[in-house]
């Protein structure tokens, strides 16, 4: 009878993770299909022929919680999109990868000094992320270049909470028992991963 219980338990459990599953991707092929996937690298350093500044940058930068980060910049269509990553480097080696993942979206064209100077701008924007943190890819403030203080809101990157991502592995070892730790950690990547 004991058994018959735990195994009701797993399936009601396994049950509703699928269910989240299926809500997440729908949401996520939502997002997917809202959005523009006509991603352009932009150029190396220097102009475009239309005159307009390269929107292609990156850089790096540590946080408090002994991460590494990198950022590097992309057009999609008339958006410039900021992606950010950041890997726990004792994690990896001992085994698991903790990092995070999240995409900032603006329109600096309309920004006066990144026009000007697209050099200034990005080192501004690199300093502007170092300052977060811990906080990189939960801070839903917008991230703004000094230089862009006077330009419209949409020059500012603003954090896409559709993008983030994170490696679950603190939370399941946390919620679940030591040796179902992996089996949970594995699920919570589903729930996040871009396959779904």
Not at 156 to 173: C, I, V
């Amino acid at each position: 009878m004991l058994l018959l219980n735990t195994s009701a338990a797993w399936l009601l459990l396994l049950a509703f993770l699928g269910q989240q599953l299926s809500l997440s991707c729908g949401a996520r092929d939502k997002h997917r299909a809202a959005e523009d996937h006509s991603v352009t690298p932009a150029p190396g350093r220097g102009q475009r022929s239309a005159g307009k500044p390269a929107a292609s940058a990156r850089g790096k930068f540590s946080i408090a919680d002994k991460m590494r980060c990198t950022w590097s910049s992309a057009s999609v269509g008339d958006t410039v999109r900021l992606s950010v990553k950041c890997v726990e480097r004792e994690a990896r080696v001992t085994g698991g990868v903790n990092e995070l993942l999240c995409h900032y979206d603006a329109k600096p064209q309309s920004c006066p000094g990144y026009l000007s100077d697209n050099k200034g701008f990005w080192k501004q924007v690199g300093r502007a992320l170092k300052r977060r943190k811990g906080h990189v890819c939960e801070d839903e403030r917008t991230l703004k270049a000094g230089m862009c203080k006077r330009a419209p809101l949409d020059a500012s990157f603003k954090l896409d909470t559709l993008s983030f991502s994170a490696n679950h592995r603190e939370t399941a070892e946390e919620y679940c028992s030591g040796s179902w730790a992996g089996v949970c950690n594995f699920l919570m990547s589903i729930l996040q991963s871009d396959d779904c």
